[in-house]
């Protein structure tokens, strides 16, 4: 959901681990995100949708600003 050029991002393999707890710690994590990818997915649409909207919940106040983002990746990308 926060917008970030491919050009910044950098692959972990979890597997290349050297913190034992950790890397347990993060399987655990991807277990639990590609189980859960769909529902996932759909509360963040659901949530984007709000913010965008100016829904007036409680919460929607302490969310970042996704369109600011995603305008400062697009003026980042482009210089």
Same mark, same amino acid.
């Given at each position: 959901? +926060? &917008?970030? &050029?491919?050009?910044?991002?950098?692959? $972990?393999? &979890?597997?290349?681990?050297q913190d034992?707890d $950790?890397? +347990?710690l993060?399987?655990?994590e991807l277990?639990?995100?590609n189980?859960?990818e769909?529902m996932?997915k759909?509360?963040?649409?659901i949530? $984007?949708?709000?913010?965008?909207? !100016?829904? !007036?919940?409680s919460? +929607?106040?302490n969310?970042?600003?996704?369109?600011?983002?995603?305008?400062?990746?697009?003026?980042?990308?482009?210089n």
């Amino acid at each position: 959901m +926060i &917008p970030v &050029p491919s050009s910044e991002l950098i692959l $972990y393999e &979890p597997k290349n681990e050297q913190d034992k707890d $950790y890397k +347990i710690l993060v399987e655990k994590e991807l277990e639990f995100i590609n189980k859960n990818e769909e529902m996932i997915k759909k509360y963040a649409m659901i949530l $984007y949708k709000q913010k965008i909207n !100016n829904y !007036n919940v409680s919460y +929607i106040k302490n969310i970042v600003d996704f369109k600011l983002l995603e305008t400062k990746c697009k003026e980042y990308k482009s210089n």
